[in-house]
């Protein structure tokens, strides 16, 4: 089986969400025995269709441009059993890079008029390929891909046309940070096997479906964590690139967000079977306190305050904030006084063995 799977996302080097998805999917139609091509399309010369008719009426099938698209991309499409279309999700739709490219496959069509099922369609000049269409979308529900859905459902609908899986992502930006490895690499798992059942079966079971689809965070949590994410590339002045090439850590500025922040900065392991309890009351312009149970590798944080914890914190919001995200030494800030712990120091200590290296 020939398949090409045409890449739309500008982005690459490890940031895109689209060609993490992709290459997974690649991965497991090859190990099914496929034949893949990947093309990115940012590195190739689409031209828009000018919607001249001259491939239905004075050269049939051949498209006036004479570029990338002409000469490299619509054989190889029409040579292709399956072709996978990866976008990320633009305004709830493919984006203008895929949507182009789409536009030019016009030559693949007569002109003439057909009635099918109460629909009036082209009819195929040459047969098409099997469409897969994956997207990913920032936002963390399905809903964002229902126009994108409905648009493909009705676009490949046609007779001789045939949509045969859509993979859908959400909360695709997100399901790469280091809270969600054990789900990410079981939804990377999941689309390597969608690809395996797609060459052997042209189709995607709902087993493997569910597990691609699987939530990541609740919307609450989820809205959390993206804006202490852009408030921080804000306050820096990076972008989400740059902010992952410098290892910036993001910046709690409520009680919300540091509880759900915080934990992973925390080596749970390094205190073994002993459950702790590490309390913290803040002063400064978050007046507040929280406490972390931390119980065979799992952290539980809530506010308010705990009877008999087993180390206890008090300083600013501000202070701890910084020591948190690599602004100030933990260890000269506790020598200075900027913060006054109760309890057990070496414990303390041994919860940030390795992990913050504070
Ligand atoms: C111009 C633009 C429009 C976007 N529109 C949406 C949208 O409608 N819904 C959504 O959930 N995410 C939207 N996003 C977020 C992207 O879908 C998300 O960042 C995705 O991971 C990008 O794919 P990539 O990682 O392969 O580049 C948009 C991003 C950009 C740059």
């Known amino acids: 089986m020939r398949i090409l799977a045409l890449n739309s996302s500008p982005r690459s080097g490890g940031q895109s969400k689209t060609e993490l998805m992709l290459n997974r999917l690649i991965q497991g139609m090859c190990d099914a025995g496929a034949e893949v091509e990947v093309v990115n399309l940012r590195e190739k010369k689409i031209r828009n ?11 049939p099938g051949r498209c006036i441009h004479k570029d990338d698209m002409a000469k490299e991309l619509f054989p190889k499409w029409l040579e292709s059993d399956m072709v996978v279309y990866a976008t990320p999700l633009y305004n709830y739709a493919m984006n203008a890079t895929l949507k182009a490219f789409i536009e030019r496959t016009l030559p693949s069509l007569e002109p003439f008029f057909n009635v ?8 195929l000049r040459y047969k098409n390929p099997a469409v897969v269409v994956l997207s990913v979308a920032g936002m963390p529900d399905e809903g964002h891909f229902s126009a994108l859905s409905a648009h493909v ?3 490949f609908a046609a007779p001789g046309r045939q949509l045969i899986a859509e993979i859908y992502r959400p909360a695709a930006e997100t399901m790469t940070l280091p809270f969600f490895k054990e789900k990410l690499n079981d939804i990377l798992d999941a689309t390597t096997q969608a690809g395996r059942e797609l060459v052997q079966s042209m189709k995607i079971s709902s087993k493997t479906m569910e597990k691609i689809r699987q939530p990541i ?17 804000i306050a820096e002045g990076v972008t989400p690139k740059e902010f992952g090439k410098k290892n910036i850590a993001p910046r709690p500025d409520s009680i919300k967000s540091f509880l759900l922040f915080f934990p992973f900065g925390l080596n749970s392991e390094a205190v073994g079977d002993k459950k702790v309890i590490l309390q913290f009351h ?20 809530k506010t308010g305050t705990m009877e008999k914890p087993d180390i206890s914190i008090e300083t600013t919001f501000d202070m701890w904030i910084d020591i948190m995200t690599g602004k100030a030494d933990g260890q000269q800030m506790f020598m200075e006084q900027k913060y006054k712990v109760d309890g057990d120091l070496s414990l303390l200590i041994q919860l940030f063995q390795k992990e913050s290296g504070h």
């Open 153 to 155: 459902n009705y676009l």
């Open 217 to 233: 965070a609740d919307s609450n949590n989820f809205a959390e964590l993206g804006n202490v994410f852009w408030k921080t590339c």
């Open 282 to 301: 803040f002063s400064g312009e978050v007046k507040d306190s929280c406490y972390f149970i931390i119980d065979k590798g799992n952290i539980d944080g």
């Open 49 to 59: 269709c000018i919607g001249c008719f001259t491939c239905w009426s004075k050269t």
């Open 116 to 123: 099918h099922g109460g629909r009036m369609f082209h009819p």
